[in-house]
């Protein structure tokens, strides 16, 4: 998906109403609405282009978790780079090696989504995609103990992912597509 370039406040909205109209409205997230209504969910939009320099703000990313207790996850959403999937993938992999290496293992844990996401072996068109389809390519920095307790309170935290399969394949296509479109501003 292109757009034009639109202001940080236009793709911080654009990223909430996506969190609130599809990994809230439809439990993708079973945990998500909890940090939007604590207000701890910090949202930063990332203008760089450089892989370089978006490691290192994922690193300050991580740093801010590491001094702001208030802050339960991190969505750093990369407004101007890694249109193109493969080379999202291609930074995923780099910044969770980056991760291991500033000793960040076992401390936080890396989230994946993208406007193309397409799981592996996976149609394009399949629907279940729309669980990991973003308005804009982000990564997802989560604390693994927050993270810990949260699996360890829900009933059935294994069949979360299954159960979001079989939701968007029931949603259907055309659905997903529709809610991921309209995450975005119509006119900024």
């Given at each position: 998906m292109t757009h034009k370039t639109l202001p940080d406040q236009h793709v911080k909205a654009a990223t909430i109403t996506?969190?609130?109209?599809?990994?809230?409205e439809?439990?993708?997230?079973?945990?998500?609405?909890?940090?939007?209504?604590?207000?701890?969910?910090?949202?930063?939009?990332?203008?760089?282009?450089?892989?370089?320099?978006c490691l290192l703000n994922l690193i300050?990313?991580?740093?801010?978790?590491?001094?702001?207790?208030?802050?339960?996850?991190?969505?750093?959403?990369y407004a101007d780079a890694f249109a193109e999937f493969n080379d999202y993938l291609?930074?995923?992999?780099?910044?969770?090696?980056?991760?291991?290496?500033?000793?960040?293992?076992?401390?936080?844990?890396?989230?994946?989504?993208?406007?193309?996401?397409?799981?592996?072996g996976s149609d394009p068109d399949?629907?279940?995609?729309?669980?990991?389809?973003?308005?804009?390519?982000?990564l997802h920095l989560l604390r693994e103990t927050s993270l810990d307790r949260a699996v360890a309170s829900h009933p059935d935290p294994e069949n979360i992912p299954q159960h979001n399969i079989e939701l968007t394949r029931k949603l259907g296509l055309a659905k997903m597509q529709a809610l991921?479109?309209?995450?975005?501003?119509?006119?900024?």
């Open positions: 996506w969190l609130k109209s599809v990994i809230i439809h439990s993708i997230c079973p945990f998500a609405r909890r940090e939007l209504e604590r207000g701890s969910i910090h949202f930063s939009v990332d203008r760089d282009t450089e892989i370089e320099q300050l990313e991580c740093d801010r978790l590491d001094t702001e207790s208030g802050i339960e996850t991190t969505l750093l959403i291609d930074f995923v992999e780099i910044a969770e090696s980056l991760l291991i290496e500033q000793g960040y293992e076992g401390t936080y844990q890396l989230a994946s989504f993208h406007p193309d996401y397409c799981f592996q399949d629907a279940a995609n729309y669980t990991n389809r973003s308005p804009y390519p982000m991921l479109a309209a995450c975005y501003p119509v006119n900024p």
